[in-house]
């Protein structure tokens, strides 16, 4: 075998990174499966759109301190979107801030993994976050704070495309484009769904991009499904300076799993008994393709 077909059999760096942050989505997906099975349903849909995005956060982007959760210099992650808890508490379990084993306590009277994010009962929950549309506000004083002391340190915030309906989002957006503050990235998980169904038709939001760039802010769009054009998208955002930067991110509720990305009622899901196991087999062999077709 010739020296050059060796080094296109070794894969690159980056095709290692990607490999890598495919496992640290599987296992976070794997967790948020385990998580509601503990209470039969749940925002599991949301936690299996987002796994992708908060394994390349958690796994690549942010600077934390694991055994140090309220590290001055840490970058701030803030869930505006309190019912996506169940897939923070993954991704902080992926992270070394909780351990795995307390993830079965999630939503059980006493646990500090409550069903909606609180801040005073979780590690690494940086924000009570149930009252959709006051993410981005909380971000934008952070953020001004953080420079006012000089830090290094970002904010970013999970926020939804739901929260797009809320004025206050908007009112946000303003502000972090007028302070200039280039340490705010904004994560808007656009699914294309909320409570009472499609977003077209609850609110039409699009064209999303648009409106971010029309509020001063650098704003990419992105499949928040793929996590090689996440990572560039990140490291995008990253180098810019000078204003607010957003990443619209499409994904697709339920992701990994067939099963529930077909499921008729998405926003709150009932998983029955029997099919939690399906499942996890289903999304083993979701994760064995796809790092297949990656290889
Ligand atoms: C200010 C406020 N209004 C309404 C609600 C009720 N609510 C909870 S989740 C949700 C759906 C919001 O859309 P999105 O977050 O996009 O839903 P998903 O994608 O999770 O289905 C609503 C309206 C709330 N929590 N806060
Ligand atoms: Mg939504």
Redesign the pocket.
Known sequence: MSSSTDSTLTPSPTAQRISALHDAAYRIRRHALDMGEVQGQG?IG?ALGVADILAVAYKDVLNYRPEEPDWAERDRFLLS?G?YAIALYAALAEAGILDVEELSTYGSDDSRLPMSGMASYTPGMEISG????HGLGVAAGMALGLRHQGSRARVYNLL????LD?GSTWEAALACAHHGLDNVTALV?V?A???DGP?TGVLRTEPVTDKWEAFGWHAVRVDGNDIGALLTSFDAVRAHRGSPSVLVCDTR?GRGVPLLETREK??FMRVEEHEWQLARDQLAENHRDRKESHA
């Not at 149930?130 to 549309?133: A, D, H, V």
């Not at 939804?160 to 929260?163: K, L, Q, R």
């Open positions: 925002y949301q979107i019912h149930g009252s959709l549309g939804s495309d739901g929260e809320e998980d699914n769904l909320q409570a977003t509720i998405a926003h």
